[in-house]
């Protein structure tokens, strides 16, 4: 649980006249859950069944007395027990070694931590279908912001003893709380089975309850009982100079906290949606196709909210609640803000055909939920005569939606640039998670036939024949000889159409100078002879990166007497590394 302090930065510390100027913070209602047996709970519905408990609560008569133990400083002591270990008078924090001596026929079961999270975390997600906004509380509670939620349930009282019947029927021993502030919250659901604490009643509530109350640790509730202050409202009615003198800030903190003095604000394990929609069924549904015609009739009325707001969803999740209490979770992206129903469904359908064995209905689903999560601005899209979009992206978007939707979001990627001078490092797989318009791609150079410079987008290239019946229609002089000292520009792009992913040493002969390209050279044991050469180019090392130390190189593009051309680089120059310059071949160009 987060706490925010509103204190002044000065350190100074927080009074009741520095507070909100009304003195309260109003507004929220929060709602507390604690569940005192939830690890014996665990173990005995395992073994029992979820209607272990008799339909008031208790434990059906029989059975075996049951600890759960936990080894604590070289001992192991009781860290969890069920009613009937209780009501033997043992108690949490006693040695496992009394307890035994006392009652021999005690059952002992040793604790399993990752477990009982595990189950805390399902209950979470079970209360979900009150509140998107559920937070842990420690080991054995829940909190749940359930501002604005209680008229859909008839009101608080009514939504507090429908949720304390379900945990009931779920096989839990749940105590509930509601208040105004999160200590007040927690305080009901401590020394109440089911309290709800009208607004403004904070002070008057923990007045008479004791000093565990306001949440301060067991070293200052010793200190004050030491003193005489037993009860919260001892605590409250002393001044607060001394109390923060003696006993520090938190006890001052806590209880502004609970008198709603300071705001206090629970995180929510997940967050919360934009916008959902959601149907309650009166027979649960456990047949994919019942799920798929329900999603369409959420996806509908999701539309409406959706252009109400002028938005799309780029992300959305199908949440089914079953009837036990389990809570199944699928979630599709697309690549541009979506909104239409028809499109909604059919990513979901390709999700659910995929994960249909992995999802259990069990006894059904009683709730499903349609959540619209990071919505973006809803662009409209020129239409042909047909209908369609015409630019064709909007296609392309749902294809690519439809397979990441069955294969998973790395089965589709695309290409993006990367900040980098080294060619096998400038571009980067990245899944498809965003639209592609054929505006926004960066342009690279191909040669034009006025001997400049044109633009081509990065998804239409051309091809290798293309681009050799360009190039052969101008002799090696042209694209090569001295003249292009006098200002002709060559017609060969200045990159290869085909870049190896790793360079290929080659064995380089000859060259003319030391800074020159070579005179021949041998890759994959053919001997070439060139007959025309443009360059260097030359790209630094990145020094900041671990192996920026591998030299300098110096590009060519090299064509053979037989007319094919290629991308070759020397690595290092010649006195810079210890093994002297290396060639390698990088690409093709026909």
Known sequence: MRLRDNSSSNGTLPSAASAKEDGKIMGQRILALWFPHLATDRILRRRLGQSWRSPQGRVRPGGTPLLVSRREVNARRIAALDERAEALGLKRGMGIADACAMHPGIEIVEADPTAERRLLESLADWCDRYTPLVALDGEDGLFLDTTGCAH??????SMLDELLACFLRLGFDARAGLASTVGAAWAAARFFASRIVEAGEEEAFLTPLPLAALRIDASVRAGLEGVGLRTAG????????????????????????????????????????????????????????????????????????????????????????????????????????????????????????VLEDRIDAGFGFDLVRLSAFSLAPFEARQADLSGEDASGEERLALFADRIRARLGDHAVLKAVSVESHLPERAVAAVPFAGKIAMHEITPCPVPSPQGGRGFCSGIRRRTSTALARETAAASPSSLWGADRDGGKKSYLPDRPIRLFSSPEPIEAIAAEVPEGAPASFRWRRVFHRVAASEGPERIAPEWWRADGSEGTRDYFRVEDEEGRRFWLYRQGLYGELPQGPRWFMHGIFA
């Open 152 to 157: 859909l349930f008839g009101g608080e009282r």
């Open 234 to 353: 001892a605590v409250m009615s002393t001044p607060r100079a001394p109390l923060a003198r003696r006993f520090g800030r938190e006890l001052l903190l806590r209880m502004d906290q609970a008198l709603g003095r300071l705001e206090e604000t629970i995180s929510p394990r997940r967050p919360a949606p934009p916008l959902a929609v959601e149907r309650r069924l009166a027979e649960p549904i456990v047949a994919m196709e019942a799920v798929e015609h329900l999603v369409g009739q959420l996806a509908v009325t999701l539309r409406s909210d959706l252009e109400r707001r002028g938005e799309g969803a780029r992300a959305l999740e199908l949440a089914l609640f079953r009837v036990d209490g389990a809570v199944s979770r699928v979630g599709v992206g697309a690549a541009r803000p979506l909104r239409e129903p028809d499109r909604i469904g059919l990513l979901f359908h390709e999700r659910l055909a």
